[in-house]
């Protein structure tokens, strides 16, 4: 069954450095969604892309986050400066094309630490 | 703004009880509703969604929900929870149009002993 990739898994960095999540979506779908999600609370979109397009961003807190998805395949999400904030679970999730008619199929996320 | 609202963060049952975990959601137009459930250390994966049609939607692993529309509920059961549900639980609702994100609830973690 085709998966979501996301790397790191885990990820322990210092306030103030920069950090960076890749994620692969599954092959052929059109749609890719970071999530955030903090410890006992549901995840939150932070940006949504539709091939290479950026649909929503409105929930990314643009001064020190970042993504990109250059090809409208894999994507990644940067960091910088990191705060102890940010620490929390980056999910990467993928769906065919724009909910609505279809499920996000989610991948195992990276657990980021900030110190 | 759309908004999900889950009753219980937490709830513990006995093997073989039954389940219902409550589900609400504001927002006035057709929408589209999920849950999604966590096993310890997986990732999220769906149990059911409704979009249109019968309001009782069966899912995986003996799950159902059905959308009560005057009510804004999408509410979650299982007739016999097994130690295997322990998991967290998620309810997620979009707008009925492509291109719109997921919103979730902030989940329900249900514990189950054998």
């Known amino acids: 069954e085709a998966e979501v990739a996301q790397s790191p898994r885990y990820k322990i960095t210092e306030k103030s450095q920069a950090v960076a999540f890749w994620c692969d979506p599954i092959?052929?779908?059109?749609?890719l969604y970071w999530y955030r999600q903090i410890l006992g609370q549901g995840p939150e979109l932070l940006v949504q892309?539709?091939?290479?397009?950026?649909?929503?961003d409105s929930q990314l807190p643009k001064d020190r986050f970042s993504a990109e998805r250059l090809k409208g395949v894999d994507s990644t999400l940067k960091i910088q400066p990191a705060e102890l904030g940010d620490s929390a679970m980056y999910l990467c999730?993928?769906?065919?094309?724009?909910?609505?008619?279809?499920?996000?199929?989610f991948g195992e996320g990276s657990r980021l630490t900030v110190l | 703004a759309q908004s999900v609202s889950q009753h219980n963060h937490h709830v513990i049952l006995s093997e073989a009880a039954s389940l219902e975990l409550g589900c609400n959601y504001s927002?006035?137009?057709?929408?589209?509703l999920f849950w999604y459930v966590q096993y310890p250390g997986q990732h999220l994966q769906l149990l059911l969604k409704?979009?249109?049609?019968?309001?009782l939607v069966k899912g995986i692993k003996g799950f159902e929900a059905e959308f009560i529309k005057s009510k804004f509920s999408f509410n979650l059961r299982k007739p016999s929870v097994q130690w295997s549900d322990t998991a967290e639980y998620f309810c997620?609702?979009?707008?009925?149009?492509?291109?719109?994100?997921?919103?979730f609830g902030k989940g329900t973690t249900l514990s189950v002993s054998s």
């Open positions: 999730a993928s769906s065919l094309i724009g909910l609505g008619t279809g499920e996000l199929f």
């Open positions: 092959s052929g779908h059109a749609t």
């Open positions: 892309f539709q091939d290479e397009s950026v649909v929503d």
């Open positions: 927002y006035g137009g057709t929408v589209n």
């Open positions: 409704y979009f249109s049609g019968d309001p």
């Open positions: 997620a609702v979009t707008k009925n149009q492509a291109g719109t994100a997921l919103i």
